[in-house]
């Protein structure tokens, strides 16, 4: 094979890969809805060099979002509302979708596209209330889950970034980035929303004694991490995904998901396969930004 056809080849394999993967987390019309949020000159509540902007944009978000899902569940009013309200396990496509979506548009979309989902968002949390099985009543609105939910996500986005993102960010745009993130929050209904990683850190802490396995959580982990909706030949690469999320969840939620904490073996093998992992889809998605 020439070395022209070995480009165009190469060419090939990295758009369908790409487009696969576009299709999975954006749909099948994340090629319109790209276009609707690159509009231009329209005003937008970051502008192009804020970090949220280079931290959302980074492939190290498949993992910052696969590691904030297994920690939200473990608050067992959040994971009740999830269990619930949610159809992760009958359409998961759909959710991430959805989640995608959201994100995009508060990141990077005109501020009209941006408020639309804020809007979006808190019509449903509104639907979403109960009693989780303790007996204990929630409601998705409840303030301090807002806040739960929202920190676990911005930690653990802010996590992954550092530790497999491209571009990791210095102090100042470590603490920019939660600056940006509560812009955000405060639309959602989060009150008092941290500003800075050492606020980030203390409003976790905070929560240290909510936070506990339940079944609820345990059906969410193994299914996140063991029985993911894929056909087998994808299921290679999603698990070197989960094994590279496993590595960036703190040591305290290990005992309540019932998963092992293994420096070492973390340390040299889980780190560098997700630094494979990022890269492939880096390669095969290259940032539009």
């Given at each position: 094979?020439?070395?022209?056809?070995?480009?165009?080849?190469?060419?090939?394999?990295?758009?369908?890969?790409?487009?696969?993967?576009?299709?999975?987390?954006?749909?099948?019309?994340?090629?319109?809805?790209?276009?609707?949020?690159?509009?231009?000159?329209?005003?937008?509540?970051?502008?192009?060099?804020?970090?949220?902007?280079?931290?959302?944009?980074?492939?190290?978000?498949?993992?910052?979002?696969?590691?904030?899902?297994?920690?939200?569940?473990?608050?067992?009013?959040?994971?009740?509302?999830?269990?619930?309200?949610?159809?992760?396990?009958?359409?998961?496509?759909?959710?991430?979708q959805?989640?995608?979506?959201?994100?995009?548009?508060?990141?990077?979309?005109?501020?009209?596209?941006?408020?639309?989902?804020?809007?979006?968002?808190?019509?449903?949390?509104?639907?979403?209330?109960?009693?989780?099985?303790?007996?204990?009543?929630?409601?998705?609105?409840?303030?301090?889950?807002?806040?739960w939910?929202?920190?676990?996500?911005?930690?653990?986005?802010?996590?992954?970034?550092?530790?497999?993102?491209?571009?990791?960010?210095d102090?100042?745009?470590?603490?920019?980035?939660?600056?940006?993130?509560?812009?955000?929050a405060?639309?959602?209904?989060?009150?008092?929303?941290?500003?800075?990683?050492?606020?980030?850190?203390d409003?976790?802490?905070?929560?240290?004694?909510?936070?506990?396995?339940?079944?609820?959580?345990?059906?969410?982990?193994?299914?996140?991490?063991?029985?993911?909706?894929?056909?087998?030949?994808?299921?290679?690469?999603?698990?070197?995904?989960?094994?590279?999320?496993?590595?960036t969840?703190?040591?305290?939620?290990?005992?309540?998901?019932?998963?092992?904490?293994?420096?070492?073996?973390?340390?040299?093998?889980?780190?560098?396969?997700?630094?494979?992992?990022t890269r492939?889809?880096?390669?095969?998605?290259?940032?539009?930004?």
């Open positions: 094979m020439s070395r022209s056809a070995l480009d165009d080849a190469l060419v090939a394999v990295r758009e369908n890969i790409g487009r696969a993967l576009r299709d999975r987390v954006a749909g099948p019309d994340g090629e319109t809805r790209m276009m609707q949020l690159m509009e231009p000159n329209a005003p937008r509540w970051f502008t192009e060099d804020r970090p949220i902007r280079r931290v959302h944009a980074d492939a190290s978000m498949f993992i910052g979002g696969l590691r904030a899902l297994l920690v939200q569940s473990l608050h067992p009013l959040a994971m009740a509302g999830v269990a619930q309200h949610s159809d992760y396990r009958n359409d998961p496509w759909g959710r991430l959805r989640t995608a979506d959201f994100l995009a548009a508060t990141s990077f979309g005109p501020s009209s596209e941006a408020q639309r989902a804020v809007d979006t968002v808190n019509r449903v949390h509104e639907r979403v209330n109960g009693v989780a099985s303790d007996g204990r009543p929630y409601s998705a609105r409840d303030p301090h889950l807002l806040r939910v929202h920190i676990v996500e911005i930690d653990s986005f802010l996590v992954a970034h550092q530790r497999f993102g491209e571009f990791p960010l102090d100042v745009g470590c603490d920019d980035y939660v600056k940006d993130a509560a812009v955000i405060r639309k959602l209904g989060v009150p008092a929303p941290p500003e800075s990683v050492r606020a980030l850190r409003q976790l802490a905070s929560y240290r004694a909510e936070i506990r396995g339940t079944k609820e959580s345990r059906d969410a982990m193994r299914y996140l991490l063991l029985e993911p909706p894929l056909p087998p030949v994808a299921r290679a690469a999603y698990s070197l995904l989960a094994a590279a999320t496993i590595s969840l703190p040591r305290w939620s290990r005992q309540h998901l019932q998963l092992p904490y293994l420096p070492v073996t973390e340390r040299l093998a889980l780190r560098p396969l997700g630094d494979a992992i492939a889809v880096r390669w095969a998605m290259p940032s539009r930004q």
